[in-house]
Each structure stands twice: as C-alpha cells, then as structure tokens.
C-alpha cells in the first residue's frame, strides 16, 4: 500500500499527488514513468513520474481524469492510499549538452516533460518550452516550467492565455525565423508529437517523442505496449518510453491505443453513475490493509538510502 | 539420505501383488465438457478419498522404485503412497514437503506422464500408478484439514537470501533455504505472488487460491515477499548485496518475454502475444467483466486462433473458449504427435470443442482498413526427416496459402529471456540469447553470491523443472553461505 501524501488540484481536471514509495524515489530519472493499480480490482496505468524526493521517500505524478481508472485517482485526497505502485520503468531521458534543446508538451504532458527540461537545463542547454493547453484552465506549473526554462512561451487553443494557437505554430515561428534548433522532445497526445514529428523531420532535427501505447506489467513480458519503428517493433516499456520520432509509425499507435475504447467508455460512464460508491469502496478496502505498509518502510527508512 | 518410514505393520499394504496388479487405475473426476467451457472452474475435481486409497494400493513398492528417480525434485514418491495406503493422509503429505514445497500446484500442472508416472512399472503393462492424482489428494486433503505438516526450520544462522521472482523457481528454493535457518527475502515484479503460476496459469487448471495457499505456508514459515519490486529497475543487484547487505541472490525470473512471429500485421488491433492475454485474464482477471477493471478483447461469437503447440498455447485457446469466442482453434505447424503439451491438456482441449488445425504455419495476418485483424494466412506443412532435437522439421508446402478468418489471434510459441538483470548487472555473464550462464550442478553464476536457476538459465521449461533448479540452488546457496566458499 502506498500513501498519499498530498493531494491537490493543479488544473481542471488535473491533480498532483505526492505518494510514498521509497524504492522508486531513489532510483528514478527524467523521463522515466510507473505503474500503479488502485484497488484489488483495478487496472494497471502507466504513469510518468514529474519528480520524487529519495530522502522524503516520495515521488510525484500528474494525473489527468480521462478514464475510469484516473478519475476514481483524481477522488483522493491526501491521507488515502492506493494499492500498488512499482517502477521506475522505462529509460531514462538522453540528457546531453545539444545546444539549443525545444521541448513541446501538451497539458499534462508539461508535468511529464519537467524533470527533462530541469535535467537539459543543468546540462547547459538552452532550454526553449512551449507549452500547449486547450485553454487557460488548464495551463498548469507555469512558474515551474519558467524555472526549467531559459525561454518559455505558453500556447493555448482559444487564446485565453499566453498565445493563441498550437505548440507547433510556435515551433514554426522559431524556425521561420532562423533559430538554430538542435534537439526536441515533444509529450502529449498522439496527434500533437505526430505534428511535432511533421515538422522537425524533414529538417532533420533530432527529435524524442514520449509515447503512451496501452501496457500491462511495464517489464516487457507482455508485448501488449509494442510500437512500430520503422518496420522494426518495439516495447513502450522497456524500449521506450521515448523514442525517435522520425522512426515512429503514430497511426499504428493511434490504432493500438483504441483497443479497448468501447469497454473504456462503458466503464467510465459506470463510473460517473456510481461515482460515490466507487470512492467508499476504495477506501474500504485500503483501510483493511492499513496494517500492510508499516514494516516496509520502516526497513526502507535508513541511512543507507539513497542507492543512485 | 532418504529417511527410512516405519509404520505399524497393519498399515502396510496388505494385498498381495498380484491382487493389486489387477485393481484398474482410478479416474480422475472432471467437470462435463459441455458446461465446463463456458466457465472457468477447475476442470479435475480430485479423487474422493475411497478412489485414492484404492489408486495408493495399485502400488507395488518396487525395489528401485523408477518414480522417484524419474521426479525432477526426488520427492520419496514410494514412502509417500505408503502412507496413504496406511490412510495417514497427513503423515503423507509432510513427507511430500520434505523435497516439495509445492504439492498441491505440482499435483495439478506436472507432466507425469514423461517423470514420475513414465517411469512406474505399472505402465510396462498398464496404465502407471495416478502418482500426480495422489500428490494432488493429499495437498489437497492437508490444506482442508487446517493442519499443515510445515517443516520447522533450523536454528537462525544470521545469514540472509534475496530471491528474485516468485515463480516455481523462486518459491521452491525459499522454501528449502528458510528450513536452514537463513532470513529470505523474496522480491516479485507483479502486484501478486506466484509468478508464472498466477499470470500464465489459467484459473481452471491450478485455481488462485491454490497458490496463495502455497504462498501463504512459506509466509507462515517466516519468508519474507515484497511485490512490486522490478529487481534491475527498482533496485539492482548489487545493491541487494551491498546496501540491503543480503549474503546471497538467487535469480529466477523466469524466461517472460514474448516471441512474435515475425511476419506482417503483428499490429493489427486483435493479435496477442500468449502472455498479454493470459496475464489479462488471470492476473488481472479480465474474465470477470464487469467487476474487474483491465479489459481483454470481447471473444463472445468471433472466431479466435492460437499459434503453437505447448502448454501455454493450450493455456489460450481453452481459454478463448471460455470466452465465448464461436470457434477456437489451435493452428501448429507439426503434427498431434509432436505438440510440447501436457496430453491431458491436450484430451481436455479436444473435449472442450478446440479444433485443432495441424502442419499449418500462419503466414501473414490481415486486417480491415482501421487496423482490426480479420483473418491469418497460412500455409501448409509437411513433416520432413528429425531435425536436431529429434522432432519431424516441418516443411512449407508450395502453394498451399489459405485465409482463415479470426478477429483475435494469440500467439503462444515461445518466451525467451528479460533482459532487466542482465543489463542492469555487468559483471553477470550471458548466453548471446540473454540466459544467465549459471553452472549446471551448483547454479553459481560469474558473479560471487549469486545463483541463476530456471526459465532464466534454461530456457521456458515446466513448472517442476523451475522447482527442481531452486532445490538444488538453495542446496548449492546453503553450502555457500555456512562454507563461505566460492
């Protein structure tokens, strides 16, 4: 069982939750996501983790109700727990001096993005960030995003904040206008790293996409979260999760990704009908286990931490 | 040394040889076909206990008895049945534990008929004594009574073991180490305990509560599990050693990585590896629909394909069947004779309505212009001369290719390694197929105070043969850490 240690809301529909879990705090890098299960009956989502504290024991996600699953999440509070959490999983993001390194992220995907962007900064890059949002409710950590940044432009569909437009207008104004780009690394939804991808390709710029096919186990023993690179294929997971935008076959990702759309879309109706009872439940069951969690972080506790 | 059993005389087996040379073998009871393919409750029901005493009789207590030297684990098969015949059920299954950590999960999911059960000499003339029913009798009988025969464990020797997984492997050498008096520690990458046997065992052959029961006795016999723990991601394994300060690793996750074919449409919405939909549906329980959360593609009237002939294809298109898919076919390029599968699986698939589609090799899948499969070329095959491991190649037949319609196709012909450990472990040396280079009698790998055993070292295998290199690992473990040699 894993603790939430704080819990609050950062955009519309959007929260952040600081959660114990001393292993992943230790180990984590940018770029590098977790998987984690809410009750004895839930699903398994992959989240990328914003940034976690190894002395603390915590780590740090951005979750965007969308489906069942995440908007049951979104119902904590701090004080409630969830069931499972493993990780960190995933590669690390390739952090180098590039230069001039453009980082598109689209809502959400600003939090995904963050420990990237801080990681680049340090490594003396120019970190240009734009950030995408649909509009001004849900522009999120822009002090944070300014503080990874040494430009920041924030973008938003109906030009209720910062400028009107796509991320990618932005991007396009930057290279009309002779800037030297040497890196990109564009999170968010599938059709926005594809535009990304559009652009930055046939200038052959070297460019990272964070992609987020459907996953089960996150270890690579299922094959369920497979991308095709070029005709190469590929698991998210253990592969990824970023890859090469130039290779990435995105409209098989698109197809992947709607799988199970009709059974998302029953459930989070469900949901939304029995939203209370879900939340009572939930806590039910996790404050049966509450006798669980004690040992374990004892032990994990010491002087020893953090590994790296 | 094997211990000798005394029992009263009474209790011995009193029917003279010839007698019971003629008693038949008794039959395991199984749920009705017809209703057992729209369900997924344990298809063997266990022997009553009249059926089991009757089946212990038929044993002859030979001299050299071939069973046990036949068991990957060396469980005193002889001694065991001589206590069932004596009606000491108990006494039976302690002894059972004494090599076996797992007797219920063994009983249900070993291939007897190629150990212990191949080499009974009832089976010269007849059918071999129903060990594997019996096995599972008194597992069972033993976890209904409430009174387990948990051996107790030696005095604490302050030396501790991490163990990386928590399949067969993993749980059989905990259970043998912890007996020694050594702290254990088990690390599982899944939300749940039992690896292999809670995501790719179905529910209808080795039911969950089976293994949690197992799980459970080791608990109670003071191993320690932590799930969760990506070993290679979450923590490596020098830091086990160094920071966590464990004496000894043993290494068993297993050989979980999917094989695809290779072959165009492995894209397409509907096709599967073998452990994406077994994981699904058992570990996350998809088949419960509408109380469990992680979907799986909605088999009810649509035409599913398995590729392969193993267990774990069978494990599939059983499954797929219960699922309601409206046909459920095994497509496997060699013939009957030479699929890997347990036979027993393979009778209770045929029972069940598989149609199997032998010498027939998919080719290319197909789909519909959104990305969903709607069918898989295939070809003929035609078995040539053995090839190097002894079976019939298959050979493609010219101009043979066909369509067979499917919305789902699983692919279940093969695991290999995960490369977690290995990569995140420099000094540990691979096979250039990413196995673990581990010594054949010792299990030590390249690297001090760390043992491979299992799918990892030999590749996908059974479940007994998992259990049988984490018996010899803990021995080999043990050794090492009263000797402190390497």
Redesign the interface.
């Known amino acids: 069982m894993y603790r939430i240690v704080e819990a609050r809301n950062v955009g519309l529909n959007i929260k952040q939750f600081v959660i114990e879990a001393p292993?992943?705090a230790r180990?984590q890098r940018p770029g590098q996501f977790l998987i984690l299960?809410l009750h004895e009956?839930?699903?398994?989502i992959p989240l990328t983790i914003k940034s976690s504290d190894p002395e603390a024991g915590t780590v740090t996600i951005v979750v965007q109700a969308i489906g069942?699953?995440t908007s049951l999440l979104n119902c904590l509070e701090t004080g409630d727990s969830v069931?499972?959490?493993?990780?960190?999983?995933g590669h690390p993001s390739e952090i180098q001096n590039f230069g001039t390194a453009v980082i598109l992220a689209g809502s959400v995907g600003t939090a995904m993005a963050l420990p990237t962007a801080n990681a680049l900064k340090q490594a003396g890059n120019h970190v240009v960030f734009i950030e995408g949002a649909r509009n001004t409710e849900m522009v999120v950590f822009e002090d944070e995003v300014r503080q990874a940044s040494n430009e920041t432009y924030i973008m938003t569909d109906d030009g209720s904040y910062g400028e009107q437009g796509l991320v990618t207008r932005k991007l396009n104004e930057m290279i009309a206008a002779g800037r030297k780009i040497d890196f990109v690394l564009a999170v968010g939804p599938v059709p926005m790293m594809r535009a990304v991808s559009l652009v930055t390709g046939p200038l052959g710029i070297k460019t990272m996409v964070s992609l987020n096919s459907i996953m089960?186990?996150?270890?690579?023993?299922?094959?369920?979260c497979?991308v095709?690179l070029g005709k190469q294929?590929k698991f998210a997971c253990?592969d990824g999760p970023e890859f090469d935008a130039s290779l990435v076959?995105f409209?098989?990702l698109m197809?992947?990704n709607?799988?199970?759309r009709d059974?998302?879309c029953q459930?989070l109706k469900y949901f939304s009908e029995h939203k209370d009872e879900e939340l009572a439940q939930l806590r039910a069951e996790l404050a049966n286990k509450e006798d669980d969690v004690a040992p374990?972080q004892a032990e994990l506790a010491p002087e020893?931490a953090p590994?790296a | 040394m094997p211990e000798k059993t005394t029992l009263p005389r009474s209790a011995m087996n009193i029917l003279p040889l010839k007698e019971r040379m003629k008693i038949l073998r008794t039959h395991m009871p199984e749920l009705d076909p017809s209703i057992r393919s729209h369900n997924f409750e344990e298809v063997n029901q266990g022997l009553p206990p009249e059926d089991a005493l009757t089946e212990a009789t038929r044993c002859i207590a030979c001299a050299k008895p071939g069973c046990v030297v036949q068991c990957p684990v060396g469980v005193k098969i002889k001694d065991v049945v001589e206590l069932i015949c004596a009606g000491d059920y108990l006494a039976a299954a302690a002894k059972m534990r004494e090599d076996n950590a797992l007797p219920a999960i063994t009983g249900r999911v070993c291939p007897q008929e190629n150990q212990c059960e191949g080499g009974c000499v009832l089976g010269k003339k007849g059918a071999p004594l129903a060990i594997g029913n019996l096995e599972r009798f008194i597992a069972d009988f033993e976890r209904n009574s409430g009174q387990l025969g948990l051996p107790s464990n030696a005095p604490s020797t302050g030396k501790s073991v991490a163990i990386v997984g928590s399949g067969p492997a993993g749980l059989s050498a905990a259970g043998d180490l912890i007996q020694k008096g050594h702290r254990v520690r088990v690390f599982e990458a899944l939300h749940e305990l039992g690896g292999v046997l809670v995501y790719g065992i179905p529910e209808f052959r080795l039911p969950k509560t089976i293994v949690k029961g197992e799980v459970d006795n080791l608990r109670r016999m003071g191993v320690e599990f932590e799930t969760n723990v990506v070993v290679g991601k979450s923590v490596t394994i020098d830091e086990l050693m160094q920071y966590e300060h464990f004496d000894a690793v043993f290494v068993a996750t297993g050989a979980g990585l999917p094989v695809f074919l290779g072959i165009p449409g492995e894209h397409f919405n509907g096709v599967y590896s073998a452990n994406e939909f077994l994981t699904r549906v058992n570990l996350m329980r998809a088949y419960q629909v509408t109380e469990y959360d992680e979907p799986v593609y909605d088999c009810r009237d649509r035409d599913v394909i398995v590729v392969g002939g193993g267990n774990t294809a069978m494990d599939a298109v059983r499954t797929a069947r219960r699922l309601g898919a409206r046909t459920a076919t095994l497509v496997y390029r060699r013939s009957e004779a030479e699929m890997p599968a347990r036979l027993e699986e393979v009778h209770h698939a045929q029972q069940e309505g598989i149609e199997f589609r032998m010498l027939t090799n998919p080719i290319e899948f197909i789909g519909d212009q959104k990305g969903w499969l709607t069918g898989v070329r295939c070809v003929r095959m035609e078995l040539d001369e053995p090839g190097p491991d002894g079976r019939r190649r298959p050979v493609e037949v010219k101009g043979s290719a066909f369509v067979l319609p499917a919305n789902v196709v699983i692919i279940g012909v093969g695991t290999t390694a995960n490369p977690l450990i290995q990569s995140s472990t420099p000094d540990l040396k691979t096979t250039p197929r990413n196995y673990i280079v581990a010594d054949s009698q010792t299990n030590r790998t390249s690297k001090r105070g760390v043992f491979a055993g299992g799918d990892i070292v030999t590749g996908g295998a059974t479940v007994i043969l998992a259990m049988g290199a984490g018996r010899k690992a803990a021995a080999s473990i043990h050794q090492f850490l009263t000797t402190g040699e390497w």
């Not at chain 1, 009956?41 to 398994?44: A, N, T």
């Not at chain 1, 089960?216 to 369920?224: E, H, K, P, Q, Y």
Request: glycine residues 14%; charged residues 35%.
């Open positions: 292993r992943i180990k299960r009956k839930g699903e398994r069942k699953t069931l499972d959490i493993v990780g960190p999983l089960v186990d996150g270890t690579g023993m299922c094959g369920g497979r095709l294929s253990v076959n409209e098989v197809q992947r709607s799988m199970y059974k998302e459930s374990l020893e590994h």
